[in-house]
């Protein structure tokens, strides 16, 4: 707009009126989307119990090879499970499918007030117990495969340590073990919270809270960056579809119960109890050691959330002497929904599952 040391008004005014089209024909595209899906895979609900819902996924095409034994994916209180399957050609749960598992999924729901008093004990030795025993039952076996993911991945590692009958293999993805390394932003934010003081005042924490935390890690990036060309986005709808659905899912953020809240903070980010054995759940104390089945450890070298120095301390501490590492190069996102990730995660999971 301004050249060689004048104003030309008219590339201002040629400006403008591209803006305002581009505008216009974005509104348009924005109008033309109806509901945005929350995963796109046919499922069907196989058991219930209060909020909690376990989803087995239809199978949708001809599997080269089947693995009889069914996989249950535990996801993070945080955010909701339906990253995992966000769309066609981006869907974990697709991948796995076609590498040949049969997926379940845990879907925490959304907790209230009467659910403040919901502590990791519930969610572990009882929500999580029942669904794992209910696939048992449903597949007349003695124990499952178990993927758990971030958070889900530390609810499953505590599982698998204090029920190891249960669980046939252990994966883990993106998963703080160590929550104390030096590159971890988020305990270095957290560690000095009056977290008693929160959840006394607060009950449940809130989920839009706790999300905006999550992006004020990377502001410019995931608050500023992604909407600055958000006119030139709108100019396609497939692109803009994709963009809608992300934002979504990003700002789809369930409130946390309050005592699971409460421990979760206190234990795993403070005094990094895990990695301790000092961690107890109901009646069970966590010792890793106890996790004696085979386990495959995914992280992403590029994570934000949970550094790679988190994740792979995993195995300084498990009792298996059967354990795998996978990287990835990408984020903590990246990995679920990326095309590379797309290629390489899910049937790296299905052969490491499908190997005797």
């Not at 054995?277 to 450890?297: C, F, R, S």
């Amino acid at each position: 707009m301004i050249q060689s040391g004048y104003f030309n008004p008219q590339q201002l005014a040629q400006e403008i009126t591209s803006f305002n089209q581009k505008f216009v024909k974005g509104l348009d595209n924005l109008k033309k989307i109806q509901n945005i899906p929350a995963g796109v895979t046919e499922k069907e609900i196989v058991f219930q119990k209060d909020k909690v819902t376990l989803y087995h996924y239809k199978p949708h095409i001809k599997q080269k090879q089947k693995n009889n034994r069914p996989l249950l994916i535990c996801y993070a209180l945080v955010n909701r499970p339906y990253m995992t399957d966000i769309q066609e050609n981006r869907s974990t749960v697709r991948g796995l499918m076609e590498a040949g598992q049969d997926v379940y999924l845990i879907d925490w729901g959304y907790p209230d007030r009467t659910d403040k008093y919901l502590t990791m004990d519930d969610y572990i030795n009882g929500y999580l117990d029942l669904c794992v025993k209910e696939l048992c039952k449903r597949h007349n076996l003695d124990a499952i495969d178990l993927l758990g993911i971030c958070q889900g991945g530390a609810f499953s590692l505590c599982y698998a340590a204090m029920h190891p009958q249960n669980i046939h293999k252990l994966i883990t993805m993106v998963t703080p073990v160590d929550f104390h390394t030096p590159d971890n932003t988020l305990t270095h934010w957290i560690k000095n919270v009056d977290v008693d003081l929160l959840v006394d005042t607060m009950g449940n924490i809130s989920g839009d809270d706790m999300n905006w935390t999550f992006l004020s890690m990377k502001p410019f990036e995931l608050m500023g960056q992604k909407y600055l060309n958000m006119v030139e986005i709108m100019q396609d709808e497939a692109t803009l579809q994709n963009f809608m659905q992300m934002e979504q899912w990003i700002f789809d953020s369930p409130d946390q119960a309050g005592e699971t809240y409460r421990q979760f903070i206190k234990d795993f980010y403070q005094k990094n109890l895990l990695i301790k054995g000092e961690v107890k759940i109901g009646a069970h104390q966590v010792d890793l050691k106890n996790i004696t089945m085979p386990v495959l450890n995914i992280y992403a070298k590029d994570d934000h959330l949970v550094p790679p120095s988190a994740s792979m301390a995993l195995k300084k501490y498990v009792g298996t002497k059967d354990y795998t590492e996978l990287s990835f190069n990408g984020g903590h996102i990246g990995i679920y929904v990326s095309g590379r990730a797309q290629k390489e995660v899910p049937p790296a999971i299905g052969k490491w599952l499908n190997a005797a």
